[in-house]
């Protein structure tokens, strides 16, 4: 995994879970290194395997450092994928240290979730080198599952592949809909949910340099009647503003509860050129909940257009939010209508398909 497993909950870990159910899994958390003993505890009575490898500090800085890890991962990965007949990726660079260790008898999954190099548009360089490595793992794989369609288009087009490029889009837990029981919210968001005065305008996930905040503030400095509280981890300052709060990510098993508390749930991106690429795991959460969903408007949002509000500027994002204000911007759906969308979305059915997919492979 190229993300913490302690980081909010998203494609990687819900896929960990499906395949859990048929295979046998070691999962490798390059991103937890220095968190051992917490990968152990959290293993505990876990369907798969937790593990984290031994690298130096990222604190000590410098190449010589750098070049030791490198080679560091490399040793102790020979040792985990001799013992594997899948080698998963999800991110191009992790290429780099297994692609010398990969056997006549692997298979290589290439789960592209996000369009890596996109992260890096304002550096020529580093975008450059992340293709020609995308590239080398696109041409090696066995397997391409691409999130969206709009990833499926590029990798096509970048590197001339296609007839084993496969869309499996992002989905929703199980768990969100299904044993519903009456809403109960961590003790972070206890006190502030309450205020029968207040509409709140929720927004749960990352909050990264793609987040509208410009178009937010002028929304809620229009519609103070509405306290927007944004749930997750923030690796970008949130702006000092009346009616914004900002919550640390919660433990997943609260999201349809804190939905519950929404008069309308919303994801204010930017549309840039990663964003474009992104089929949104909230869209799929914010629907099952049956409540009003505003999105931000492009090709992949596109699809949630029966069950959710699009904007494309200013204007329509505040009149939007007015709506909910006044307390007139109704879910586009009935709750069952939601619920079938829900059941037809899950993970589960995802993982469903990828078992297709690598059972076509292997010819069974």
């Known amino acids: 995994m190229h993300v913490s497993w302690f980081w909010i909950k998203q494609r990687p870990q819900f896929l960990v879970e499906e395949l859990s159910k048929k295979h046998k899994l070691t999962v490798v958390c390059l991103e937890d290194t220095y968190d051992a003993q917490k990968i152990q505890n959290a293993s505990t009575g876990l369907p798969f395997v937790l593990t984290t490898i031994f690298l130096f500090s990222k604190k000590l800085q410098g190449l010589f450092v750098s070049k030791v890890n490198f080679y560091l991962k490399k040793i102790q990965l020979r040792f985990l994928i001799r013992k594997t007949e899948v080698v998963w990726l999800n991110t191009p660079t992790q290429f780099l240290h297994i692609k010398t260790l990969l056997q006549p008898g692997h298979v290589l999954v290439y789960d592209c979730m996000d369009d890596m190099a996109a992260f890096h548009e304002s550096d020529p360089a580093v975008f450059q080198n992340i293709?020609?490595?995308?590239?080398?793992?696109?041409?090696?794989a066995d397997l391409i599952l691409a999130s969206s369609d709009v990833l499926k288009s590029r990798?096509?087009?970048?590197?001339?592949?296609?007839?084993?490029?496969?869309?499996?889009?992002?989905?929703?837990?199980?768990?969100?809909?299904?044993?519903?029981?009456?809403?109960?919210?961590?003790?972070?968001?206890?006190?502030?949910?309450?205020?029968?005065?207040r509409v709140y305008v929720i927004y749960i996930g990352t909050i990264s340099s793609w987040f509208d905040f410009d178009r937010v503030i002028l929304a809620a400095s229009q519609n103070t009647r509405c306290t927007f509280v944004l749930i997750g981890p923030a690796d970008i300052p949130i702006p000092v503003h009346p009616s914004?709060?900002?919550?640390?990510?919660?433990?997943?098993?609260?999201?349809?509860?804190?939905?519950?508390?929404?008069?309308?749930?919303?994801?204010?991106?930017?549309?840039?050129?990663?964003?474009?690429?992104?089929?949104?795991?909230?869209?799929?959460?914010?629907?099952?909940?049956?409540?009003?969903?505003?999105?931000?408007?492009?090709?992949?949002?596109?699809?949630?257009?029966?069950?959710?509000?699009?904007?494309?500027?200013?204007?329509?994002?505040?009149?939007?939010?007015?709506?909910?204000?006044?307390?007139?911007?109704?879910?586009?759906?009935?709750?069952?209508?939601?619920?079938?969308?829900?059941?037809?979305?899950?993970?589960?059915?995802?993982?469903?398909?990828?078992?297709?997919?690598?059972?076509?492979?292997?010819?069974?």
């Open 244 to 364: 914004i709060i900002h919550v640390p990510p919660v433990q997943h098993s609260f999201v349809n509860s804190i939905m519950q508390f929404a008069h309308v749930l919303i994801m204010p991106f930017r549309i840039t050129e990663l964003v474009k690429a992104v089929n949104p795991v909230k869209a799929y959460e914010y629907i099952s909940s049956g409540k009003p969903v505003i999105l931000s408007s492009y090709s992949e949002t596109a699809k949630f257009k029966d069950y959710a509000y699009l904007y494309t500027d200013d204007l329509s994002f505040s009149a939007l939010i007015n709506s909910a204000a006044n307390h007139s911007l109704l879910p586009k759906k009935s709750p069952d209508e939601c619920l079938t969308f829900a059941k037809e979305n899950t993970w589960t059915k995802r993982g469903l398909y990828i078992q297709q997919l690598l059972q076509a492979h292997n010819g069974e």
């Open 155 to 197: 990798i096509k087009e970048r590197y001339a592949v296609d007839a084993n490029v496969f869309v499996v889009n992002n989905g929703l837990s199980d768990q969100l809909f299904e044993h519903q029981q009456p809403a109960v919210l961590p003790g972070s968001l206890d006190f502030m949910l309450t205020d029968t005065t």
């Open 131 to 140: 293709i020609a490595i995308e590239m080398s793992l696109c041409l090696k």
